[in-house]
């Protein structure tokens, strides 16, 4: 046990909340799944089963905004398109489940999806071969964004495209994503995209038992998924990226090849956010190519920046807090929401300059110099 | 290019074929040469910032360049560090490396170390890790992420604080640094990457006079295990450190000689250093005979 | 619970709010009104507002959250098909209830649905025998926004007008993205095609904002209704209001229901609209209509199962009538459809319709089109003893899901 | 000319200049020395209102400065060379010598809108490059242009921070040549800092020097001892 | 049926030269005649209008044109109790009803009084043809010859006979030209005819780009003499060249009137996002206030339908700009140094900006009304014609960003802007009043951002969406010319509406789009920093 803990705590600086988060992480997510599976539901500790795959989605959100911080906060890279690689993920999974329906879909055939027969398919594309097999979606869920990360990147950052100039381009790509998996020719069932899923490994998608069994597997890949980049940014790597992002061009000439530090990075981002996506699609029931908008990606750069960006705490507390903040919003106030949610990043923006986690900070230094006074005094 | 040309191109002598030639081939300095620069040229937008230049450095020396503001110091210096691609010419690390198809990185790797005359360090991260991360280590990226800091290499950083006199604020962000703070650290990543070749911009600006000094011990003290070029416009401080001077002028080599020579040389004292300068430089020397005979 | 609770699921933000936003001020009214007549079976109605905020996810979530958290006794809601296959695994899962008030492309029947809008045999069909018989129409530009409203209807349109006769050369299909604003090109390539010596129309199924800019293209290359009229499935009054209509008079819409049709019930709920909203300019449309017979079938199959339990409220559903604001009533049928008059309008330049064409009696919705290949053997029953959304009447059995 | 009394200065929560009194007189040209991060660049930019201060009082000519912002400070006659130059990198060289133009013609009534063309005596490389990027230019070049744009305004007070950090000697002792010019025949205040004892020497007529955030010696320039400079110089 | 509508016309015809020559002597008929006429009309049920209007048209005479053209512009009443029919008019939005042969107002009747005479598409379609027909005596050369033209594709025996009969007598250049043409059509058409002259006649048509010859020709290809089949295929090959060639002119206004949407759309951000550095999210709700401006504008003065533009322009700008002077002010001016931050902000402010119209405006679309000297299309010749509001919007654009270009280069605002930009401290230094500049800055940017609304609103919905739509399209524009770059916006916006005009024809809307993302993303790795980068040390 003290091994393990000096294994956590071991990073610097960064790596100090690691601890305390993955403990309050689990600790909440094993409490809640008990609490829905095991009490009544009439009882006052009873979470429901909506409580749960919501706290599932937040979590899948949170793991995305962690892919988005590991890029942005720490190598400087905006990417305003991380919501292709989280949508790319999506469909991988969201195929799997589509097979699993069987014959069981409206049309009854065996073989191809609703969407294909009403349109007339005769067999399945290529693309949807092997999809049947969970282990085969799930690399596929990780290869495909790992892959279009990779090749996007190696163009983009072998080229030397930085700045303005990379985000817009990942909010190009997902925008002509966006339009091709509208299309119904691209055999993803448009813009309806795919859903109406029945079960994952034999699992009844529908029961309580599953969705809680998702909802921790989230929460635990979330935790290792926390862990190892809690490690790899406190490594030297994780001070390389650092340099990269305050000045690019330095740490090349003290030798660095920064584009292929950013590549693996970015296609490290990618795979994250591809299994956040995976992981989000049984739990809501749908992937569509709305998933791909760019609106999307906009949002998630704004729960890191909420939550304080370069920090990885920060950036999971942000994801929880905004869409956390939208649904009761959007329940309370469904007419001003919008006026809620705006005001509060336009607040944020202003007071909370390093976002939540440098509220934090500010009431630390705060107390500090209070402290020092004091004992100068 | 015609096919002969890139056959031609392909099957000359003085180059290894790209895909036969090591990775990391040691640098030959057989003939004593470290650094070849030859009939180099760059214009921006018609004007000839280096115009036919031609330098030629030896392994272990220690060169002063100077030359009036605008001459092409800093140019020449991003050319062989590969931060600017120029017109024609050829630049050459040792005999097998020609650095001209390589990239910045690749530069650095080779052993090649600069130090920018604006101050650049990496302004978010502490001192000690600016330094860290120039240590000599392997920079690619799997063996970046598996490394650890080994008590050699502490050690060695330890050493360098001193050396640059920011033992105290180690954990310092670099950002919060003074100016000439800022110039130490940058001369102590140069100190920790452990280079072949140093190009060194105006170190000593902004630096006291007593600074200025012990910069001067620390260069010449690197001289001999490794090649440092310095561009400086400290006449003094040059004086204090220089065997030989080269003195660049609009893009090309105006002079090359001991620093007396350099002193006399009409051109020279005409377009930079200045007739009363020189003067005056010739009466600090003798007053400063005098101090030491006293 | 002392109130019945209604949810509300219709997108009050983003791309969809345009349209939904008037569903759920027309549901509000239609509890208000019930209230003052007295609620239903002696309790108040009570509407509970979300905002899925036109994002396809968060139409299951917060169907989720009405259903469980509100514990509602029916959703009306949802606008776009996407939006109700999201949510629909959710209503089959809890046993909910959903009023579904949108004309759509059919291929679909759920016990926990019922859908009020047009099935493509209610609105497209009717159009095209429309265009052909009545305006001589030979040959057809098949224009719709790239989603599987537009391409089902489009499907079922082909072949059914292979089946008349028509050539394939003699039909054009075209394909947008949403919310395409710039139609230069297409508006062109229409004239083009309009101008090759046979009468030609276009049939529209271009949905939401892509209208405006299309219509105000065709006025100003000036396409006109003579020449090449275009009838649209997805434009009504609303749509219209956002428009100068005056270049655009003689253009078609088919729908069940236009705001011009002069009847006393039409009438009474357009004075009550505009009571509602305060504002006499408001207009009123077909999904009104279908979210007002919807609402009034589910209060009165309430009243007849005494209970708002889902199960029972299913099966009182079944052959309800309700008076149409058209005249005539509307029947729900053993496959959650109703059957409902099909009328052709043509624009006015004051923004509404006139009826230039009206079925003789009205048309049975149906969940499966007889006109595509995988489901003409398919009818929904939900009446014992085939109680199923997808009955194959060849091979007699229930393929697929059978909730 | 300007006085600086009591002046506390913080970053963050680090204290760099203490309680600092410091006193221009007009026309005089104060040399301001001492060893590297003691705070003479916090100071003058204190004075430029680029930083805020959080004690003290700064007034120049009677008028409290520290409560004005800093562009109407350039308008009460201060001129600043920053240390690292602070070009504007894509604008010409004319460009950022006709920036400080407006300010210029409200200050002296009679100057037409144009560039002085003393100042491309001062400096003939600027007249070479007038079409050039500010950023383009060398760094020495740059250091030139520094000055000649705060020349452009006229100032009463001429601030520098190590104008000659990486100028060429002929150029070096041009500078100097001018700020003495400027300061006999137009009567400019100059509050220089410079680390070269040499042209400190050569140009400054007194010199304070600096310790830890303190003004700690302060006198005529001929009085600058190999005492003083041993104490606060020296490394 | 058929037969039934030949006999009509035969009648129709016969009628039409007998009137026609009598009318010559005596000039003007009793209209008082047709006051029975008009009373059936009026009591009649759609279905049964034709056979009436054949009656009326019968008088054939340009008195009963104004009845017939508001008829056909569904402005025709009926008085039930007088039994008379009366028109109604609109000037400046007031309603009034004045008899449609004397013009003279009839200030005693309301809407109260009067039933519309509603008409359906196949009675329009047959009211233009009576008005062409009516018309081809007209004694205006151009309403003659618009009227030949519109009868190109409804030639029967009697309108040629009319047609030939009045060819002789024809003194103007254009009208016996189309009258030619028409005659040409009818000759080529008639199997029973010398080939030699039907060749001849197709000679003449070959000239032609009317769709109707087009269709004739390619009857004619089917046909059984082989001589006429080949010269009306090489005709077809002529006509079709300079088709061709008109369809090239056609997809490349098509492309720069979208280019210059683009270039619209987005050359506010060029200001705020490209000089001033702010992402701003926000960009398109700007313009989104500029079109309601319009709205709000065209509500104020409804009769001034024509005029509201002029006023609009001016007012988004202000509207627009002052919102963009409030944002900066309480909210940008405290992210000076974090550009990055702006773009949380500005999308919170974007958020609230649509959610606020929303609550004022309603969720629904507005309708703008366009002024009619915008509407309609000029018509070069029957291929090629260009709308006018296109062709405005282009003019427009361009002006625009001339304008913007001489602020920038030739006030101080441009240089004190580009300052503040790249070192704020430093121009702060040199007595730049920053805040003044970065409030006017971002004040202009959205206030042609503003501007850029009132012209959007002439051709897409004015809605809460509006700005969501064009945001990302802007972006891309700026970003592609490169960041800082007014030109290269120019080029860019122009560069993609051209681009993607040419490849919609072959590839559709959505993969056109698509391709051209593509593109864009391709580009960019060959060009790091757009098209027009901006260059030298220091922008590394
Ligand atoms: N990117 C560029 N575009 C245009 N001109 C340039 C560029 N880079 C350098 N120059 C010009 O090339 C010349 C040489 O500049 P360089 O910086 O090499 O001079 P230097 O010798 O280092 O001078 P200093 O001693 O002042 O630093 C200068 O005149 C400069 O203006
Ligand atoms: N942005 C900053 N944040 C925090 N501390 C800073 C910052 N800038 C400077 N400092 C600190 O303030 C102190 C004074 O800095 P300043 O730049 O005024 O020194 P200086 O006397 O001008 O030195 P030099 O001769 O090297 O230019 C230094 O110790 C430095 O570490
Ligand atoms: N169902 C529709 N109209 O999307
Ligand atoms: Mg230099
Ligand atoms: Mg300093």
């Excluded at chain 1, 030397?160 to 299309?183: D, H, K, N, P």
């Excluded at chain 3, 229901?257 to 909203?277: D, G, L, R």
């Excluded at chain 3, 007889?370 to 489901?375: A, E, I, T, V, Y």
């Excluded at chain 5, 618009?146 to 060819?167: F, G, H, K, P």
């Amino acid at each position: 046990m003290t091994r393990l803990t000096a294994w956590f705590s071991e990073g610097r600086s960064t790596g100090k909340h690691t601890l305390p988060f993955v403990v309050i992480l689990l600790g909440v997510t094993i409490l809640a799944s008990a609490a829905n599976l095991f009490l009544p539901a009439d009882s006052a500790f009873y979470v429901s089963t909506y409580t749960i795959t919501l706290l599932g989605k937040y979590l899948c959100y949170a793991m995305l905004a962690l892919a988005v911080d590991i890029i942005w906060g720490y190598c400087g890279i905006l990417s305003l398109g991380h919501g292709a690689f989280f949508a790319l993920g999506g469909y991988a999974m969201g195929m799997y489940l589509m097979r699993q329906i069987g014959d069981r879909g409206v049309y009854g055939n065996p073989l191809l999806p609703d969407f294909m027969v009403f349109l007339d398919w005769k067999e399945l594309p290529w693309f949807w071969l092997g999809m049947d097999q969970f282990w085969f979606a799930m690399l596929m869920a990780v290869l495909v964004p790992g892959l279009l990360a990779f090749v996007f990147g190696w163009l983009a950052f072998r080229s030397r495209v930085t700045g303005v100039y990379l985000s817009i381009m990942t909010q190009a790509l997902t925008y002509a994503l966006l339009l091709a998996f509208f299309r119904n020719e691209m055999g993803f069932g448009g813009n309806n995209g795919l859903t109406d899923f029945k079960e994952i490994l034999g699992f009844n998608l529908q029961a309580d038992s599953t969705r809680v069994a998702l909802f921790l597997i989230t929460a635990i890949l979330l935790a290792v998924i926390f862990v190892v980049s809690q490690k790899i940014l406190s490594s030297r790597l994780g001070k390389v990226v650092l340099a990269i992002r305050d000045s690019e061009s330095r740490s090349r000439f003290i030798g660095y090849r920064t584009d292929r530090y950013k590549v693996w990075l970015f296609v490290y981002s990618a795979v994250i956010a591809g299994i956040a996506g995976a992981l989000y699609v049984p739990q809501v029931g749908i992937i569509n190519p709305g998933e791909f908008s760019p609106i999307n990606s906009i949002e998630m750069v704004i729960w890191v920046a909420v939550g304080g960006r370069g920090t990885l705490i920060g950036a999971v507390i942000g994801a929880l807090l905004v869409n956390y903040a939208k649904t009761r919003f959007t329940a309370i106030m469904p007419d001003a929401w919008l006026f809620a949610l705006g005001a509060m990043f336009v607040l944020v923006t202003l007071y909370l300059p390093k976002g939540l986690m440098g509220l934090y900070g500010q009431l630390k230094a705060k107390r500090n110099t209070v402290m020092n006074k004091e004992s100068q005094a | 290019m015609s096919t002969l040309d890139s056959t031609r191109e392909f099957f000359r002598r003085d180059q290894v074929w790209p895909f036969l030639a090591p990775e990391q081939a040691a640098v030959n300095v057989d003939n004593q040469v470290i650094l070849y620069v030859e009939g180099l040229n760059l214009s921006f937008d018609g004007f000839k910032a280096l115009n036919n230049l031609n330098l030629y450095v030896n392994d272990g020396e220690l060169r002063c360049l100077i030359g009036a503001n605008g001459a092409g110091k800093t140019t020449l210096m991003d050319v062989i560090t590969g931060k600017t691609q120029c017109d024609s010419g050829t630049v050459f690390f040792g005999q097998n490396h020609n650095l001209l198809n390589k990239d910045e990185a690749e530069i650095a790797q080779l052993g090649i170390g600069r130090k920018f005359q604006k101050p650049t360090v990496f302004e978010e991260q502490t001192v000690f890790d600016n330094l860290e991360l120039s240590l000599k280590t392997d920079k690619r990226v799997l063996p970046t992420l598996f490394s650890r800091l080994t008590p050699t290499q502490i050690d060695r950083i330890d050493e360098v604080l001193k050396t640059i006199g920011l033992a105290k604020h180690r954990f310092m962000l670099a950002g919060a640094l003074s100016h000439g703070q800022k110039q130490w650290l940058e001369i102590g990543m140069l100190l920790a990457a452990d280079p072949r070749l140093l190009l060194i911009d105006e170190p000593v600006a902004g630096m006291t006079a007593q600074e200025t000094e012990r910069t001067a011990e620390l260069l010449t003290s690197l001289a001999g295990e490794r090649t440092v070029i310095v561009v400086e416009h400290d006449m003094e401080f040059v004086r204090s450190i220089a065997r030989t001077v080269t003195v660049l002028h609009q893009g090309s080599v105006l002079a090359e000689g001991t620093m007396d020579q350099i002193q006399s040389n009409k051109d020279v004292i005409e377009v930079y250093l200045g007739e009363e300068a020189a003067s005056e430089k010739a009466q600090t020397r003798t007053k400063a005979q005098k101090g030491a005979s006293e | 619970a002392d109130t019945i609770k209604v949810g509300v699921l219709h997108s009050l933000s983003g791309t969809m709010a345009i349209s939904e936003t008037t569903l759920k001020d027309t549901v509000l009214m239609m509890v208000d009104e019930q209230n003052k007549k007295g609620g239903l079976l002696g309790k108040k109605i009570e509407a509970v507002v979300v905002d899925p905020a036109s994002n396809w996810p968060l139409f299951a979530e917060k169907g989720r959250e009405l259903l469980t958290k509100d514990k509602v006794d029916v959703i009306f809601g949802s606008w776009t098909s996407v939006s109700r296959k999201s949510v629909l695994p959710v209503l089959e899962e809890l046993n909910g209830l959903m009023f579904y008030p949108v004309q759509y492309e059919g291929e679909e029947s759920s016990k926990n649905v019922f859908y009020t809008g047009a099935a493509p045999n209610q609105q497209a069909i009717p159009a095209v025998d429309y265009l052909m018989n009545d305006l001589g129409v030979e040959r057809f530009v098949l224009a719709g926004t790239d989603y599987v409203y537009p391409r089902t209807t489009n499907k079922i349109l082909e072949a059914y007008l292979k089946g008349k006769g028509v050539a394939e050369q003699d039909i054009m299909i075209n394909y947008t993205p949403f919310g395409h604003s710039d139609w230069q090109s297409i508006v062109s390539d229409i004239k083009k095609f309009g101008s090759e010596g046979k009468k030609t129309a276009v049939v529209s199924t271009i949905n939401g904002d892509a209208n405006v800019p299309f219509y105000k293209e065709l006025g100003n290359q000036g396409v006109s209704s003579e020449d090449i009229p275009v009838v649209a499935f997805s434009v009504g009054e609303e749509e219209l209001s956002g428009l100068d209509t005056k270049p655009l008079v003689g253009h078609l819409a088919a729908w069940n229901y236009f705001q011009s049709v002069e009847t006393p019930e039409n009438e009474a709920f357009i004075k009550a609209w505009h009571e509602y909203t305060k504002n006499p300019d408001r207009v009123t449309n077909d999904p009104m209509e279908a979210t007002y017979i919807g609402f009034k079938m589910w209060a009165n199959a309430v009243t007849k199962a005494g209970t708002t339990d889902v199960d029972a409220v299913e099966q009182a559903m079944i052959g309800q009538t309700v008076p149409n604001l058209t005249g005539g009533v509307a029947v729900m049928n053993k496959n959650h459809h109703l059957s409902k008059p099909v009328l052709i309008g043509e624009i006015q330049d004051d923004g509404q319709f006139e009826v230039v064409w009206e079925t003789d009696g009205v048309v049975a919705g149906d969940a499966w089109s007889d006109f595509l290949p995988g489901s003409k053997d398919l009818i929904s029953d939900w009446t014992a003893p085939i109680k199923c959304g997808n009955y194959n009447t060849k091979t007699k059995t229930c393929s697929g899901q059978n909730y | 000319m300007i006085s600086i009394n009591k002046v506390d200065q913080l970053y963050g929560g680090t204290q760099i200049l203490w309680g600092l009194d410091l006193e221009i007189v007009p026309g005089s040209i104060t040399c301001i020395m001492g060893r590297n991060g003691v705070g003479k660049t916090t100071l003058l930019k204190a004075i430029m209102g680029l930083l805020p201060i959080t004690k003290g009082e700064i007034t120049m000519e009677g008028d409290v400065l520290n409560k004005q912002s800093a562009e109407k400070r350039a308008y009460s006659g201060i001129g600043y060379v920053p240390q690292g130059r602070d070009i504007f990198p894509m604008l010409t060289v004319e460009e950022n010598l006709r920036i400080g133009l407006p300010v210029r013609s409200k200050r002296t009534k009679d100057s037409p809108k144009e560039i002085p063309e003393k100042i491309f005596e001062l400096f003939p490389v600027l007249k070479d490059m007038l079409h050039r990027r500010g950023g383009d230019l060398s760094g020495g070049q740059q250091q030139q242009l520094a000055i000649g744009r705060a020349l452009v305004l006229e100032p009463k007070v001429l601030i520098l921070d190590e104008p000659n950090e990486g100028i060429q000697p002929n150029i070096v002792k041009q500078i100097g040549d001018v700020i003495l010019k400027l300061n006999e025949e137009e009567g400019l205040t100059v509050i220089l800092v410079e680390q070269k004892l040499g042209f400190a020497r050569r140009v400054g007529k007194e010199f304070r020097l600096m310790e830890k955030g303190r003004i700690v010696a302060a006198d005529k320039m001929e009085n600058l001892n190999d005492t003083l400079i041993k104490q606060y110089l020296a490394v | 049926m058929t037969l039934r509508r030949i006999t009509l016309r035969h009648c129709i015809a016969l009628c039409c030269c007998l009137f026609g020559l009598f009318s010559l002597s005596t000039h003007a008929a009793e209209p008082t005649s047709l006051d029975p006429l008009l009373a059936e009309l009026g009591e009649a049920k759609i279905k049964d209008m034709e056979p009436i209007l054949v009656r009326i048209e019968a008088v054939s005479d340009e008195t009963v044109l104004p009845l017939l053209r508001t008829l056909l512009n569904g402005n025709l009443y009926y008085i039930k109790a007088e039994k008379k029919v009366i028109g109604e008019f609109e000037t400046n939005g007031e309603t009034y009803y004045k008899d449609v042969f004397t013009d003279e107002i009839n200030a005693g009747i309301n809407k109260r009084d009067v039933e519309k005479i509603r008409v359906n598409n196949n009675l329009r379609g047959y009211l233009r043809n009576a008005i062409a027909r009516i018309q081809l005596t007209s004694k205006s050369p151009s309403v003659r010859e618009s009227a030949v033209r519109s009868l190109l594709s409804n030639l029967d025996q009697d309108t040629v006979a009319t047609l030939e009969r009045l060819y002789s007598n024809e003194t103007h250049k254009k009208v016996k030209e189309a009258m030619a043409l028409a005659l040409a059509m009818h000759t080529a058409s008639q199997t029973q005819l010398a080939p030699s002259n039907r060749i001849a006649a197709i000679d003449t048509l070959s000239t032609s780009l009317e769709s109707d010859v087009r269709n004739l020709l390619t009857q004619l290809t089917r046909d059984d003499n082989a001589a006429v089949v080949s010269a009306a295929n090489i005709a077809l090959e002529k006509i079709a060249q300079r088709v061709n060639r008109f369809a090239f002119v056609d997809q490349l206004f098509f492309g720069l009137s979208l280019g210059s949407v683009l270039l619209l759309a987005s050359i506010g951000l060029a200001i705020t996002f490209g000089v001033m550095g702010v992402i701003n999210m926000a960009h398109g709700e700007m313009i989104m206030l500029g079109a309601y401006t319009t709205y709000v504008v065209q509500l104020i003065m409804p009769n001034y339908i024509d005029y509201s533009i002029w006023v609009a322009i001016p007012a988004a700008f202000l509207v627009s700009g002052l919102m963009g002077v409030l944002i900066e002010r309480l909210v940008i001016c405290r992210l000076h140094g974090r550009p990055l931050e702006t773009l949380l902000a500005t999308f919170g402010i974007s958020l609230i900006l649509q959610q606020l119209v929303r609550t004022i405006f309603s969720p629904l679309n507005r309708q703008v009304s366009t002024p009619s000297w915008m509407s309609g299309s000029w018509e070069i010749n029957p291929v090629l014609s260009l709308t006018w509001n296109r062709l405005y919007i282009l003019a427009f654009a361009l002006l625009v960003f001339i304008v913007l270009v001489i602020v920038l280069k030739k006030t101080s605002l441009g240089l004190n802007v580009r300052a503040v930009s790249q070192n704020r401290n430093m121009a702060k230094a040199m007595g730049v009043k920053t805040h003044w500049v970065d409030a006017m800055t971002f004040g202009l940017g959205s206030g042609i951002a503003g501007i850029a609304g009132v012209a959007l609103s002439q051709l897409t919905n004015v809605g809460p969406n509006l700005g969501q739509s064009y945001i990302i399209d802007s972006f891309m524009v700026v970003v592609f010319g490169g960041v800082g770059n007014l030109l290269g916006t120019l080029v860019a916006a122009f560069t993609l509406g051209i681009a993607t005009k040419f490849l919609e024809p072959t590839t559709g809307a959505v993969l056109a789009a698509i391709l051209v993302l593509v593109f864009i993303i391709l580009f960019i790795q060959k060009r790091p920093k757009g098209l027009f980068p901006q260059k030298g040390r220091a922008a590394e």
